[in-house]
């Protein structure tokens, strides 16, 4: 569920922290996917690696799942954190979550199926399709309710069924049959088409025609029509309860004063399945990812027709103050000249994010126990992967990737902090302090002088102040010093 959070894709993340300082993370991260072969990637998901087994610490975080997409491929995955209620269970790349309101993508797909097969108009009002899905009269003068006004969440919608299944510990999600009785009770919120209000219930609508044109239930039409064909074996369009804290992780609540998280009852989507109720792991979204980039840049149809996806990613809806476009069940945002579309997902104890750049063919899948959201995380893994790619020092260095590894490791910041987490980076070294918000904006890259001596690199290239690294009697680094002010080896990364 979305109260407070951005309706773009992309969120804005800055924060000062003083440079080459940081505290400590433990991190009982499993089942990492190998990097793939180019190295300046594997550096960059290297370090991808090390921050957000901070993060996951730092931010108390129970479970945290993150999967990077190039191309037809997930390249890196991986787990932090434990997944059941005693911690004991890791959280891996393949622990299913509850991915909530991106269960409205396949819902959209499903519905574009059938707008595919001539059995759907967009522009035609929803009650054509369902005719019980009438609201309270209202007096304002409106557009009809469509299709295309309720995939883009613009149709003036109430944003929920009427019952309080956020709130209350139990959960109370209507049934199918309960949803449709209470609906005529419910009034529009604003005229159709004229202003953004995200819906729940609107998508679920988008189900219920899915279901209604398609005379098949809905769970059965996505899992034989959009699952299946598309392998995601770990996707289902309901809560696995028989794998609850072996594979699918139990839901966490918000840190308290205490720094203590709630155990919270898990739920069931029921009549809201269509919109909120499907769990997946970051994996299965990651080739969800890989599939709409190998159907994007192919001319032939694999569950949706080419055309469609573009359509559908396409904006179809601007705000009158711009500030949320949409598309026919993406999210649609831009930073700088590139575009991002996905979908993130909110429901009690569980936390996700799908952001893809079609024009690179790059996506990362991010899902998390708590109450925190990771959009954020996957904007910087992204922010990362770019400032990696292409990048050089201003002028050569030596060659010393091969020994670069000897000054990988975390330092300690004390009394300011707690650590700085050193790496390899384009054969000088990159030096971060955690945790961090901004990674990317907050790397201190690190020329190599010769011998264990280093240049602080500005923004411009140029090169700034010295950074010595020293060694112990048996020739390991043990600390390195900057502006006279030694910092102690306390680990390996």
Not at 103 to 118: N, P, R, V
Not at 453 to 468: C, L, P, Q, T, Y
Request: hydrophobic share 40%; net charge neutral.
């Amino acid at each position: 569920m979305r109260w407070i959070r951005a309706t773009s894709v992309l969120l804005s993340v800055a924060v000062a922290v003083q440079p080459l300082v940081a505290q400590t993370a433990i991190s009982t991260a499993a089942s990492a996917r190998d990097p793939v072969r180019d190295p300046a990637q594997a550096e960059a998901l290297r370090l991808i690696d090390v921050w957000l087994d901070g993060v996951q610490a730092y931010e108390r975080i129970p479970a945290l799942s993150v999967a990077v997409v190039q191309g037809d491929s997930v390249v890196w995955s991986k787990g932090y954190g434990t997944i059941d209620a005693a911690r004991t269970v890791p959280a891996t790349a393949t622990t299913i979550y509850s991915i909530c309101s991106i269960s409205k993508l396949f819902t959209s797909i499903a519905l574009m199926q059938q707008w595919e097969a001539g059995k759907v108009r967009l522009d035609a009002p929803l009650t054509d399709y369902l005719p019980w899905a009438k609201l309270k009269p209202d007096a304002r003068d409106s557009m009809p309710v469509t299709l295309r006004g309720v995939l883009t969440h613009s149709a003036g919608l109430p944003r929920e069924s009427d019952f309080p299944y956020w709130t209350q510990a139990d959960h109370p999600f209507p049934t199918q049959a309960q949803l449709r009785a209470t609906i005529v009770g419910q009034a529009p919120l604003y005229p159709a088409s004229r202003w953004y209000q995200y819906s729940n219930l609107g998508l679920t609508l988008v189900g219920e025609t899915v279901e209604a044109i398609a005379h098949q239930p809905y769970a059965d039409y996505v899992q034989s029509h959009i699952l299946d064909p598309l392998a995601l074996r770990d996707t289902r369009p309901f809560m696995p309860m028989t794998l609850y804290g072996t594979r699918l992780a139990v839901g966490w609540g918000a840190l308290n004063r205490k720094g203590e998280r709630a155990l919270l009852q898990p739920f069931d989507a029921r009549g809201l399945a269509p919109a909120a109720g499907f769990t997946s792991t970051v994996e299965d979204l990651g080739r969800f990812a890989a599939w709409q980039f190998r159907l994007l840049r192919s001319e032939t149809t694999e569950i949706l027709k080419p055309s469609t996806l573009s359509e559908m990613q396409r904006v179809q809806f601007t705000s009158p103050d711009w500030k949320a476009t949409r598309g026919l069940g993406f999210a649609i945002g831009r930073r700088g000249d590139r575009t991002y579309v996905g979908h993130g997902g909110d429901c009690p104890g569980y936390h996700s994010d799908l952001l893809m750049r079609p024009e690179s063919e790059t996506a990362v899948a991010s899902m998390m126990t708590g109450a925190e959201t990771p959009g954020a995380y996957d904007e910087a893994i992204f922010a990362l992967l770019d400032k990696r790619k292409g990048f050089a020092f201003k002028t050569p260095v030596s060659d010393i990737r091969d020994e670069l590894d000897a000054f990988a490791g975390r330092y300690s910041a004390e009394p300011w902090g707690s650590e700085i987490v050193v790496l390899p980076w384009a054969g000088g070294l990159a030096a971060l302090t955690l945790p961090s918000k901004n990674p990317a904006g907050e790397l201190v890259l690190l020329k190599p002088k010769g011998g264990d001596r280093f240049r602080v690199i500005r923004d411009d290239g140029s090169e700034s102040d010295e950074v010595v690294f020293e060694r112990d009697a048996a020739g390991r680094i043990s600390r390195f010093i900057r502006f006279s002010n030694p910092r102690d080896r306390i680990g390996p990364l």
